[in-house]
């Protein structure tokens, strides 16, 4: 159950933004200490982590440019340029000061990736935008699907509320 401010019908909407905005928190905290740590097997468990983060953040709330942006500096600094591209291309599409950050980091990365400037940065960009979206689409689709098989399976489960009836006592000790 959600807080009393919050509706019944508001809060799993609520309590997914809020999981995302948590994920996102410590995935950029572990993305700054990692950064801030020499070459070496913590700066890589850290980042690993950051993107573990930024990757749940991500399946709740895929449409923030800013997790985007995060979890593209993330693997970009795991050197996963490709999963990186895709996402600093996605964080373009937010316009603003974080739109422009994600181009001049998109522009560096397709600098490494295609010295000879073929194909045009802006294909390179329009297809990593669309790499992005159907990477999203899929993954929001197994969401989807593993959201409902966790209904089906929470279903089964009654809670420790049905036992009350036939076990009084032991509930009571249970519930002290």
């Known amino acids: 159950a959600g ?6 019908e508001d809060w799993p909407a ?4 809020l999981e995302s905005n948590a994920s996102l928190a410590k995935g950029r905290a ?4 990692a950064l801030d740590q020499p ?12 993107e573990g983060a930024l990757l749940a953040a991500q399946r709740l709330n895929f449409e923030d440019r800013e997790i985007a942006y995060a979890l593209g500096l993330a693997q970009l600094s795991s050197g996963k340029a490709n999963e990186a591209a895709a996402n600093l291309a ?5 316009g603003g ?4 950050k994600a181009e001049d980091a998109l522009r560096a990365l397709y600098k490494l990736l295609h010295p000879n400037s073929s194909p045009s940065f802006e294909t390179f960009r329009q297809q990593e935008q669309d790499r992005w979206a159907e990477e999203t689409r899929d993954r929001a689709k197994a969401a989807g699907d593993a959201a409902i098989h966790s209904t ?3 279903a089964a489960y009654f809670g420790s509320e049905s ?14």
């Open 39 to 50: 070459a070496g097997e913590k700066r890589k468990h850290l980042l690993k982590d950051a």
């Open 3 to 8: 807080p009393a401010s919050v509706s019944d």
């Open 14 to 17: 609520v309590k997914q933004r």
């Open 30 to 33: 572990l993305l700054q200490e």
């Open 90 to 94: 996605a964080a373009c599409q937010g």
């Open 97 to 100: 000061e974080l739109g422009v």
């Open 152 to 154: 089906q399976s929470h």
């Open 163 to 176: 036992c009350r009836g036939c076990h009084a006592e032991i509930y009571h000790e249970w519930s002290q």
